[in-house]
C-alpha cells in the first residue's frame, strides 16, 4: 500500500504549523503544547521513511490519513489567532473554549493508533517520547495561563476601544462582554453533586407543593450564578436513601463526560426529605434556545456557516460520548430532540443527564407512564430497523447523527411523510434505501459527509472524531470566505 502521499501531507502540514504556532498573538501556551505534541509525532512519522513500504500494516496508511486531516484541523485552529483580524473574530464568535481540547485529544487519537500499527513497545525510545508528550496535566495549566493572558489583553483593548468610543462603540460593547464571560466560573469546573435546598432559587418553587401531576416537570431556576433547568419529580415509592445510593455511582461516570458540546449536569436536590410529600430535582443546564429541533423550527435564516458549526458541535458532543472509559457506551436515542442550543447557538447533547438516576425514578413513579415517540424510529440505522437493538452500535449512532445533520442543513422534519408508520419507513430506507434529498445550496463537502454518515452499511459510515476533523477544516474554510 503506497504510503507516500499520506506521509508528505502530515510532514508538509507539521512544517505548517510550526511557522504558524510562533506567530500565535494569543493562547501562546496552548498553540505551543499543540506545536510540541505534533513534533513528537512527526520524529517517530520519520522513522517510516526508513521502514520497506512493504513491512508497513494497513492500518499505518490509515493512521496517517486521519492525522493528516487532524493537523489540518490544528492548523486551521492556530491560524485563528495569527490573523491580524484575530481580536475581531473572539469578539464575534465568543470563546474557543473547548476546541484546544478537542484538537489534543485528536492528537492523542493518533498516537495511540501509530503505537499500535508500528508496534511500539512499551519503553521504547519512540514510545516513551510520544508518552511524555501527552500529559493531560500540562492542558489545565496551559489554559489557565492563556486565559489570564488573554485577559489581560482584552482589558489592554478596552482602554483603546474607549478612546474611540464615538465610532467603536459596538466594539467596545462586544469586548466588554467576552471580558466578562473569561471573569465568570467555567461551568465544567463545577461538581456534580447532592445540592442543598438554599443554594436553589426557583421562582416557581411554591408550586411544588401542589404538584399531582405524576410525570416529570421542569422549571427554570438558579444555582451559583448559573441558570439552570430543574427536572421535578413527585409522587414517588422510592426512600432518598437509595436515590442517593444510585446518584453516588453514577457521578463518576457522568464526570467522564464533561465536554462544552455535552449538557451539563449539577447534580441532585431532594426537598421535604423523609416526609410523604418528598420531591427530587435534577439540576441541569439551561439552554436558551430549547432544543436543536425548535432552533431549526423558528430560525429560517441559518447561515451555512452557523449550520455547520452546529453540526461540528453535535459531532463532538457524540464523539466525547464513544471516547470515555466505557468503550461501550452508547446514547441510544440520538435526535434533534436530544441536542439543545444555549445563547451563543452552541449545540449540546442531552439525555445523558444523570440517566441511571433518573431511571431509578421514573421505575418509582406511580402510574408511570410508557408512552414513546414513535417519531424517533427516523433517525433509526437500516440495521435498527431490520433487528432492533441487537446489534446496535456506535456506527448506528452515527447513521443517527448523519440525519441529525440532514435537518440542519434542511431545517425540515426527517422522512416527515413516513411519520408514524415503522412499515412504510422500513420500505423506504431498508429496502429501497431511500435518501431525503440534501438541498442544492448545501456546501458540497458537507453534503458528502451527510451521506457518508447515512451510508447503508455501516462500514460506510465515518468515526465520530473523523467526522469532527473534517467538520472542523469545513468551518475554518467557510470562516475565511
Known sequence: MDIVNPLKSVLSTAVGIYKLVEK?????????RVGERVKALERVINTIDSTEASQLAPEVTKTLEELSTILNSAFGLIEKFTLSNWMKRL???SSDAGDFQMVNDRLS?????????????????????????????????????????LNRMLMEYMEYVETMR????????????????????????????????????????????????QSPQVYRGTFKDFTVAAKIFTNLNTTAKDIK??????????????????????GICILDENTPNTKYLIIMEYCEKGSLRDVLSSE????????????????????????TEQKSKLHTDITSKKFFVDENYRVKLGGLELA????????????????KDISSLCYSSPQMLTMGMKHYCRKCEIYSLGIVMWEIAAQRKPFSDSRGNKDTLHVK??????????????????????????????????????????????LVQLEQQ
Open 356 to 371: 441511571q438516576t433518573e431511571t431509578s425514578l421514573r421505575n418509582a413513579t406511580v402510574n408511570k407512564r410508557k408512552d
Open 300 to 323: 429560517r435564516d441559518l447561515s451555512w456557516t452557523r449550520k455547520v458549526s452546529m453540526c461540528r458541535d453535535a459531532a463532538q458532543g457524540l464523539y466525547r460520548l464513544h471516547q
Open 245 to 266: 445510593s444510585e446518584f453516588k455511582k453514577e457521578v463518576e461516570t457522568m464526570k467522564r463526560f464533561e465536554s462544552p458540546n455535552i449538557l451539563r449536569v449539577f
Open 166 to 213: 464615538a465610532d467603536l462603540e459596538d466594539v467596545k460593547n462586544n469586548v466588554a462582554q467576552v471580558v466578562e464571560t473569561l471573569k465568570k466560573p467555567k461551568i465544567i469546573t463545577m461538581d456534580i453533586r447532592v445540592i442543598k435546598q438554599d443554594e436553589l432559587w426557583m421562582p416557581k418553587l411554591d408550586e411544588l407543593n401542589n404538584l399531582t401531576d
Open 24 to 32: 500565535a498573538k494569543a493562547n501562546k501556551k496552548q498553540c505551543h
Open 429 to 474: 430506507v431498508v429496502e429501497k434505501r431511500d435518501q431525503e434529498p440534501v438541498p442544492c445550496q448545501c456546501p458540497g463537502s458537507l453534503k458528502e459527509l451527510i451521506n457518508e454518515c447515512r451510508g447503508y452499511e455501516c462500514i460506510q459510515r465515518p468515526s465520530a472524531g473523523v467526522l469532527v476533523d473534517k467538520l472542523r477544516c469545513l
Open 109 to 149: 487519537d493518533s498516537f495511540q493508533n501509530l503505537t499500535i500499527a508500528l508496534q511500539l513497545k512499551q519503553g521504547s525510545e519512540m514510545a516513551e517520547l510520544l508518552k511524555g508528550a501527552f500529559i493531560r496535566d500540562e492542558d489545565e495549566k496551559d489554559r489557565k495561563e492563556d486565559e489570564k493572558e
Open 91 to 93: 469578539y464575534k464568535t
